[in-house]
Nanobody
Framework: VQLQASGGGSVQAGGSLGLSCAAS????????IGWFRQAPGKEREGVSH????????YYADSVKGRFTISSDNAKNTVYLQMNTLKPEDTAVYYC???????????????????WGKGTLVTVSS
């Protein structure tokens, strides 16, 4: 089982970035995928999640209306489109997977089964 996150980079405030999370070794339809982020000195927090089986999505209040999560099950890949980025979005972003169809607002980083390596997003003011 492997998750490969990519797409991070540096952008000015108000700009956009897209992240990808390519999964291998399991089918997205059997898992929920979560995007989490961790800024220096802060706890890892959930950003946006997607349930592979039915496409249900969840967004943290801090990103609602700016970020969009989507998936391509044929490619076994989950995407996070981030628009209108703010300096406070600066963090290392991780994708993670949890088996089954969990209640997405309750997804917590400690409960995820598999993790990809993080990708750094830097938003300058």
């Amino acid at each position: 089982v492997q998750l490969q996150a990519s797409g991070g980079g540096s952008v000015q405030a108000g700009g956009s970035l897209g992240l990808s999370c390519a999964a291998s070794g399991f089918s997205l339809g059997d898992y929920a995928i979560g995007w989490f982020r961790q800024a220096p000195g802060k706890e890892r927090e959930g950003v946006s999640h997607l349930r592979g089986g039915d496409g249900t999505t969840y967004y943290a209040d801090s990103v609602k209306g700016r970020f969009t999560i989507s998936s391509d099950n044929a490619k076994n890949t989950v995407y996070l489109q981030m628009n209108t980025l703010k300096p406070e979005d600066t963090a290392v972003y991780y994708c993670a997977a949890k088996r089954g169809s969990p209640y997405l607002p309750a997804l917590y980083y400690a409960g995820m089964h598999y993790w990809g390596k993080g990708t750094l997003v830097t938003v300058s003011s």
